[in-house]
């Protein structure tokens, strides 16, 4: 089976969950937060190298506030009780996005994670936490903006490899397959230099039901696509 080496998810639904079973929405957001262990779990038994997870948009900054805090509160019991579990399971941890509006405590944790992980090569799991694509995006041309100004990069030189060098994903493969939960079927503002050329899977299932079998099901989808990437397959010219 062709593997992705590159998954990212946006996990959607933990609140329909919630809603469904008559609980609070902190309740289908903490339900969430095991169906992630779970799929870091399954990637890493797939033979998944690399795992983004869509933890926190810089959207929804704009929730009610005591959902918000929920979802901090929620961030830091995540940091302090899985990074030892990750590290004990070989998993790199990586935390993209706009870390200037986190707590500064929860900035610590995540140093301390990232620290502690960096050494790992089992799997590398990438958390965006107050992240958007076009802040990713902006923020890397503002920063290539600032060096064309001081004279150490050409403007003319630039190119996407150059450019892909300055987003939060530094170094990180784009990702080949991008799975969406919920039924919803957009990116909404996710990772949209990098997804150019992933597989777009999406699910019924809510975020919080999301299994193994689930995961198996989207990398079987990735299996069968025909990956051409602008050109013609080898398929279609024999055809």
Do not use: C
């Amino acid at each position: 089976m062709n593997i992705p080496r590159h998954v990212a998810i946006i996990m959607d639904g933990n609140g329909r969950w919630a809603t469904a079973r008559g609980l609070s929405r902190t309740e289908g957001h903490r339900k969430g937060a095991e169906a992630t262990r779970q799929a870091i779990e399954s990637a890493k038994e797939i033979g998944i190298p690399y795992l983004t997870l869509f933890g926190f948009s810089s959207e929804n900054w704009n929730r009610p506030a005591e959902e918000v805090t929920d979802l901090m509160n929620l961030l830091r019991y995540y940091l302090k009780k899985e990074t030892a579990e990750l590290h004990k399971n070989g998993a790199r941890l990586l935390i993209i996005g706009d870390r200037s509006r986190l707590s500064k405590d929860i900035v610590l944790l995540i140093d301390h994670a990232e620290k502690l992980t960096q050494d790992n090569d089992k799997i590398t799991v990438v958390i965006a936490l107050s992240y958007g694509g076009r802040q990713d995006i902006l923020f890397a041309a503002k920063e290539l903006a600032r060096q064309a100004a001081a004279g150490t990069v050409d403007p003319e030189k630039m190119d996407e490899n150059l450019f892909s060098a300055h987003l939060m994903t530094k170094g990180i493969p784009d990702p080949d397959l991008m799975i969406r939960t919920s039924g919803e079927s957009r990116i909404s503002n996710f990772m949209m230099w990098q997804l150019a050329y992933a597989e777009l899977y999406f699910t019924e299932t809510l975020w919080p039901d999301f299994s193994k079998r689930d995961m198996e099901k989207a990398v079987a989808f990735f299996d069968g696509r025909d990956r051409r990437y602008g050109g013609v397959s080898p398929a279609r010219e024999r055809g």
